[in-house]
């Protein structure tokens, strides 16, 4: 089965235990993190900072033997971190030099309607096109994939993903632990399917309900481990897998603290057991590794499927900190908002929001800029009990205000641009279009997201 292949894999390249691969709980075999590069700036000044991001087709040595045939963005495989704070402009030189038209969406970016990179933004093969807006949200970890109608969920699948860091004033005056790679991991999470030949058959592997992998590759790395040489450990979490819900816990029992939400920092640090992670979600912890042991491995776990194990080092030192209280989180006032209501419904290719499916050619609803907006967000369900449907919106971050008439649990009380929407419940989210234009909101279940569960508002 899935740990098979995983665990068997790497019991040969390290020769030395192959335990029972079924129950194997400390994985002695592991490779290291990949850490996606930090984008180099073409220009960067107080106000500005200018990329070029290319997306490409490639190869990657996932496995021994052939490579697999993958798409990237300035690499081989996902794509790398873009840097930019908050007050100023973000400029992105976007190229496509695929074989097949592509957008570049700013997943949970605060953008003009234009600049959003949803299916209307299209770059045909061998173009380029430069979007540029002023960052004027809080410090998170953003993400980007691609939004062309009828390639997302294969574009992604095969590759296309990367990261945005925001970062701020106020969240650098909290000393969180923030060097890259050394006490600060970003950890994305993808699910994927080889073929006997090493490659991702995306249409071999194709689910009209999710197209789901049985191998985890984390940031691209098979079964990776890190090294913990600081007492706190901080990881930001991306599923970036099409289909996949995760829940992730630690294999010792262990609360996490999280920090961050989808749109930024929580108010204060929630301890988490368990952190679920819909796909397109985003959480950041932090892990108090003091106690851990040099030797005795502790490991992110999915159900019984190792995501990433933590080596600690002998000896750890004191770098960052995790204060009490983290930074106060914008609140939305409701008075006057215009409410909406959304259903959705359905599975596979059946899906549907307010039972329509997506027209490029239907603009679904209407909103002013700056008016507050309520709306309620209701998963019918089926009779065959249904599915979670992972409700994400373009260019705004919303604040739960509900949960089936309950106040959200604490760690969803931060700013949110996607909330899992489980079967037969309702949710309320509240927030304001900051800017103009035409944005997409729909189930960030890829397959359903293609399948027509998504739908446009223009904002005017
Ligand atoms: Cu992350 Cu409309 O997407
Ligand atoms: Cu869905």
New binding site residues.
Partial sequence: GMMGGRHGGNGMMMSKTVSDVATSQTTTAAHPLALPKRLKPTQATKTKVSYTLTAQTSQMAFKPGTKTKTLGYNGNYLGPVLQVRRGQTLQIKTRNQLTRPTTF?W?GAIVPGKDDG?PHQVVAPGQSKTVAFKIQQPAATL?Y?P?AMGSTAKQVYQGLAGLIYVRDKQSDQLHLPDKYGVNDFPVVIQDRSFTKNNQFDYDAAYNSDGTKGNTLLINGTFNPYIRVTTKLVRLRFVNGSNARNYQLKLSNGQAMQQIATDGGLLSKPVAVKTLKLSP?ERGEVIIDAAKFKAGQPVTVKNGQQVVLTLRSAQKKVSDGQLPANLLSVPTVNTTNAQHQTLAFNGMGTMVSINHQQYSKDRIDLTAQQDRPQVWTLKNTGTMMGGMIHPF?L?GVQFRILSINGQAPPANLQGLKD?VALDPDSTVKIAFNFKDRGIY?Y?C?NLEH?ENGMMGQIKVS
Wanted: net charge negative; aromatic share 8%; glycine share 14%.
């Fill in positions: 969406h997943h949803g993400w994939h939004h397109g994400h373009h996607t997409m729909h960030h997201e």
